[in-house]
């Protein structure tokens, strides 16, 4: 049974900083990903990174959020600088064991509850 629990969300003012974490009990070998889902909105897709190491970013965020995991912890974390406004939303974890490297939300197949950045102007 794969279980994925994110914390680390809260409410902070445009230009600081958060770090999500997700705890999970899946194997190093699973591809993870952070995706978010604004109110009205669609949940879309924020960064992934493979069992190697390798990651993919949505252009919004950029050279202002870092994935990365630690395999021997079985932690994935989401470093968020320079926040926005619309960078709020609640952020989920999710993990997939074959599809690497997707921003789609379709292609995970296991999800935490997620947890929620408010970003005030």
């Known amino acids: 049974q794969v279980q994925l629990v994110e914390s680390g969300g809260g409410s902070v003012q445009a230009g600081g900083s958060l770090t999500l974490s997700c705890a999970d009990a899946?194997?190093?070998?699973?591809?993870m990903g952070w995706f978010r889902q604004a109110p009205g909105k669609e949940r879309e897709g924020v960064a992934a990174?493979?069992?190697?190491?390798?990651?993919t970013y949505a252009n919004s965020v950029k050279g202002r959020f870092t994935i990365s995991r630690d395999n021997a912890k079985n932690t994935l974390l989401l470093q968020m600088n320079s926040l926005k406004p619309e960078d709020t939303a609640t952020y989920y974890c999710a993990a997939d064991r074959v599809r690497c490297l997707s921003l789609w939300p379709g292609n995970y197949n296991y999800w935490g509850q997620g947890t929620q950045v408010t970003v005030s102007s």
């Open positions: 990174i493979d069992s190697g190491g390798r990651t």
């Open positions: 899946v194997s190093s070998m699973y591809c």
